[in-house]
């Protein structure tokens, strides 16, 4: 009896619970419901009173959800919206180099840059063309906005491109209005130099600076970037310019490989010139000047 008393006090409230819930059934089940209809309709306007009151504080489980909701859409929303971007930059790029394709009189190869050394005494970049299409070493890589470089190196997907940011480059350039050639190359700085000018001539700035028919490596006409200063040498007889190129090389992606090579035949021969060149520069050296020896002869030893 003990044990029952001490359970029932133990479990007061539950057994009270079970109590008022089978007390409420047996009520619905055999009393008369119409009784309870205006009591009904007391609670459930009731309660619609308070819920309409405090409808202003906010529902933390629920502002949670709809917080996470949010982040996950602004996300997805701030990626397509930067995709959409990028996708078009890349659709006006690719509209201009085509279009640029169409008019030009240059055999064409598209190629994608996929990797680059910028900044080195030898800079270069990679693209994504070979031997497969049609690529060879000594052509000229050019963008819709002037000249990039030579291809250096080639495998059958891919090439090395030396830049014209790069000391082992040498391009016969021309000026575009004032029709004087130089040679156009780059130092140290992000602007290259153009020499071999006479000073006589006025060189206004902004001039426009194109590869000439003189070069061995680049098709003429190609531009090469304009004029943006000199070089003012007192003790030098020529000018030297300073050119701004024409191609941002740190944002390059896209170029064209000229897929014509220079004439085999002229560069044999001008090689071939130089080296007898430089073997009669050589030969001069080596003949001794004259001497007397005791008896006042003059010797003359080749």
């Given at each position: 009896m003990q044990r029952l008393l001490q359970f029932i006090e133990d479990f007061k409230q539950y057994i009270a619970l079970c109590f008022f819930v089978v007390l409420s059934f047996s009520l619905m089940a055999f009393g008369d419901l119409s009784q309870f209809g205006g009591l009904r309709s007391v609670v459930v306007s009731t309660i619609g009173v308070f819920q309409d009151a405090f409808s202003f504080i906010p529902n933390p489980v629920a502002l949670k959800s709809e917080n996470s909701s949010l982040r996950d859409l602004n996300a997805q929303l701030s990626f397509e919206v930067q995709k959409s971007r990028q996708s078009s930059i890349e659709n006006d790029k690719l509209r201009s180099l085509l279009?640029?394709?169409?008019?030009?009189?240059?055999?064409?190869?598209?190629?994608?840059?996929?990797?680059?050394?910028?900044?080195?005494?030898?800079?270069?970049?990679?693209?994504?063309?070979?031997t497969s299409s049609g690529i060879a070493q000594g052509m000229a890589v050019m963008t819709d906005r002037g000249l990039v470089g030579v291809v250096a190196s080639v495998s059958t997907n891919f090439a090395i491109v030396s830049i014209i940011k790069n000391r082992d480059i040498r391009v016969a350039a021309r000026l575009e209005s004032s029709r004087?050639?130089?040679?156009?190359?780059?130092?140290?700085d992000e602007i290259l130099v153009m020499k071999n000018l006479p000073k006589t001539y006025s060189i206004q700035l902004g001039e426009i600076v194109v590869t000439s028919e003189f070069s061995t490596k680049f098709p003429p006409n190609i531009p090469i970037g304009k004029v943006v200063g000199n070089y003012n040498d007192p003790n030098s007889l020529f000018a030297t310019l300073k050119i701004q190129s024409f191609v941002q090389f740190e944002t390059l992606e896209q170029v064209f490989v000229v897929t014509t090579l220079p004439n085999p035949e002229r560069i044999y021969l001008e090689e071939r010139y130089q080296q007898e060149l430089a073997a009669k520069a050589k030969q001069k050296k080596s003949v001794k000047k004259p001497t007397k020896d005791s008896t006042g002869t003059v010797n003359e030893n080749p």
């Amino acid at each position: 009896m003990q044990r029952l008393l001490q359970f029932i006090e133990d479990f007061k409230q539950y057994i009270a619970l079970c109590f008022f819930v089978v007390l409420s059934f047996s009520l619905m089940a055999f009393g008369d419901l119409s009784q309870f209809g205006g009591l009904r309709s007391v609670v459930v306007s009731t309660i619609g009173v308070f819920q309409d009151a405090f409808s202003f504080i906010p529902n933390p489980v629920a502002l949670k959800s709809e917080n996470s909701s949010l982040r996950d859409l602004n996300a997805q929303l701030s990626f397509e919206v930067q995709k959409s971007r990028q996708s078009s930059i890349e659709n006006d790029k690719l509209r201009s180099l085509l279009q640029f394709k169409s008019i030009s009189k240059l055999p064409l190869v598209p190629a994608e840059v996929v990797g680059k050394t910028i900044g080195s005494i030898r800079s270069y970049i990679t693209i994504n063309r070979g031997t497969s299409s049609g690529i060879a070493q000594g052509m000229a890589v050019m963008t819709d906005r002037g000249l990039v470089g030579v291809v250096a190196s080639v495998s059958t997907n891919f090439a090395i491109v030396s830049i014209i940011k790069n000391r082992d480059i040498r391009v016969a350039a021309r000026l575009e209005s004032s029709r004087l050639d130089g040679v156009v190359y780059w130092e140290d700085d992000e602007i290259l130099v153009m020499k071999n000018l006479p000073k006589t001539y006025s060189i206004q700035l902004g001039e426009i600076v194109v590869t000439s028919e003189f070069s061995t490596k680049f098709p003429p006409n190609i531009p090469i970037g304009k004029v943006v200063g000199n070089y003012n040498d007192p003790n030098s007889l020529f000018a030297t310019l300073k050119i701004q190129s024409f191609v941002q090389f740190e944002t390059l992606e896209q170029v064209f490989v000229v897929t014509t090579l220079p004439n085999p035949e002229r560069i044999y021969l001008e090689e071939r010139y130089q080296q007898e060149l430089a073997a009669k520069a050589k030969q001069k050296k080596s003949v001794k000047k004259p001497t007397k020896d005791s008896t006042g002869t003059v010797n003359e030893n080749p």
